[in-house]
């Protein structure tokens, strides 16, 4: 089928349908009759037509849910609980890494002392001597110079090299 045969068969179809309309009639349906109830009581009386609107009428219950009523599509709100958020504990505090950097080792009187390397400053330590505000020399071994952080009151612990 081309274009044009396709137009015709379309223009005959739009034309029907207009004379369709034009030449309806302007009556309205018949009512379609209920059909007849019988009551469940047995009881065997004639019953008219119709009459089962009547019982339908008999039979409302005003509390149930109305027909017609207003509905939505949207789903209700749900109702929350207020989030509660509990902060993470916070860890424990930890002292910073160690600023310092043993040179040597030296020993006067029987006392040994390390010289430590602290911001371009060359320090003479022994135990119990404080370093800086935050730092204080707790004990020198021969490995091992163990310093204590005061803010904290933690120990660590820095390489001092070994006897050679």
């Known amino acids: 089928m081309n274009a044009t045969q396709r137009r015709y068969l379309l223009a005959i ?3 029907a349908t207009v004379a369709a309309a034009v030449f309806a009639p302007d009556e309205a349906p018949p009512e379609i009759a209920a059909p007849a109830v019988r009551p469940a009581s047995g009881d065997h009386a004639d ?16 509390d149930a849910a109305p027909i ?36 040597g080792k030296f020993v006067e009187n029987g006392i040994a002392g390390v ?9 003479a330590a022994r135990a119990g001597d404080r370093l800086t ?30 006897t050679q």
């Not at 009523?69 to 910073?96: F, G, H, I, L, Y």
Request: avoid cysteine.
């Open 13 to 15: 179809a739009l034309l």
């Open 47 to 62: 019953v008219q037509p119709g009459a089962a609107a009547g019982n339908l009428e008999a039979r409302y219950d005003a």
């Open 68 to 103: 017609f009523a207003v509905t939505t599509w949207q789903s209700p709100k749900p109702q929350r609980e207020p989030v509660r958020t509990v902060a993470p504990e916070p860890a424990a505090p930890q002292a910073p890494p160690v600023p310092f950097r043993v040179l």
């Open 115 to 123: 010289f430590v390397l602290y911001n371009d400053r060359t320090l």
């Open 133 to 162: 505000e935050n730092y204080e020399v707790a004990s020198i071994t021969d490995q091992i110079m163990t310093v204590r952080y005061l803010p904290l009151n933690v120990t660590q612990d820095v390489s001092a090299g070994g």
